[in-house]
């Protein structure tokens, strides 16, 4: 069997038997320290900023026979600022009518009558009249004048015949004329020069001539690391030999955080129950 060191410096709690032996859980012990000295309990607030005795004030008792003023007893006044001071006033009566004194008479009844009515009054409507016999049309014995003002300016005019073409005659002279010189300065200033053309190389014609021999294919590498197995030796796998520890003592599963740190008997009544449960 293949064993650990963990499992070797570790066990898992296995008995002679073969079974598990399952941690039983461990009652804290309580290690209070009896001093004989009260607790100091006061902080440095309560110490510096004490509190004082606040006397409460004495009732104020008023006499039996206290009323207010101007009100009667048992009665309380529920009228406010605004309306004592804004009190509603009586609905307004209708004024009559203003008569213009123009006028002497009373005003009769309503008449319907409007501007428009009075001033465009509605006529009758006249019979139309018959149409006249139809009469013969008499043409006017002078001619309409036609003839508009750009007319009358502008008249139209007979049509010329065209004129024949007229060339220049031409002349020949005697004399030569010059050729048309096309040198620029450039030219002038900058001349081509003549460039002779160097001989074309020329080799020998030699023999071509066929290696007996094979080509040597193999490169530095190839040469410089040749493999011989003879020579190389392949290394073993290293297989690490297991040294199984087995303790005899059970695991300690105590932290340093229980040590230190004992629980009160009050909050541990589950542990109690448990070891009961355990020796019985």
Same mark, same amino acid.
């Given at each position: 069997a293949v064993v650990s060191t963990q499992s070797g410096h570790?066990?898992?709690?296995?008995?002679?038997?073969?079974?598990?032996?399952?941690?039983?859980?461990?009652?804290?012990?309580?290690s209070s320290r009896k001093t004989g000295e009260q607790f100091y309990g006061t902080t440095t607030t309560s110490h510096f900023f004490k509190g004082r005795q606040i006397t409460p004030p004495k009732p104020i008792i008023h006499s039996s026979n206290y009323l207010p003023p101007e009100v009667v007893l048992g009665e309380m006044s529920s009228e406010t600022t605004t309306r004592a001071h804004y009190k509603a006033a009586a609905s307004p009566t209708r004024a009559k009518p203003i008569i213009p004194q123009t006028v002497r008479e009373k005003p009769g009844a309503f008449l319907g009558h409007t501007t428009n009515k009075d001033t465009y009054p509605a006529h009758e409507v006249q019979t139309r009249p018959k149409p006249k016999e139809? *009469?013969?049309?008499?043409?006017? %014995?002078?001619?309409?004048a036609d003839i508009s003002v750009h007319r009358e300016f502008f008249k139209p005019h007979s049509v010329q015949a065209r004129t024949k073409k007229l060339s220049p005659i031409p002349k020949r002279s005697k004399t030569l004329i010059p050729k048309f010189?096309?040198?620029?300065?450039?030219? *002038?200033?900058?001349?081509?020069? %003549?460039?002779?053309?160097?001989?074309?190389?020329?080799?020998?014609?030699?023999?071509?001539?066929?290696?007996?021999?094979?080509?040597?294919n193999r490169t530095m590498q190839q040469s410089d690391f040749v493999y011989d197995k003879n020579k190389v030796v392949r290394t073993m796998p290293i297989i690490p030999q297991l040294k199984v520890r087995r303790s005899e003592t059970p695991m300690d599963t105590i932290t340093s955080y229980r040590n230190e740190f004992k629980g009160l008997q009050n909050k541990?009544?589950?542990a109690e129950i448990l070891m009961g449960q355990a020796h019985a």
């Open positions: 570790y066990g898992r709690g296995i008995t002679a038997g073969g079974k598990k032996d399952r941690t039983l859980p461990i009652k804290p012990v309580e139809h *009469e013969p049309y008499v043409p006017p %014995a002078v001619k309409m010189d096309d040198n620029t300065t450039h030219k *002038e200033q900058f001349k081509e020069w %003549a460039i002779d053309r160097p001989p074309a190389f020329a080799e020998r014609a030699t023999t071509l001539r066929i290696p007996t021999g094979t080509m040597n541990c009544r589950l």
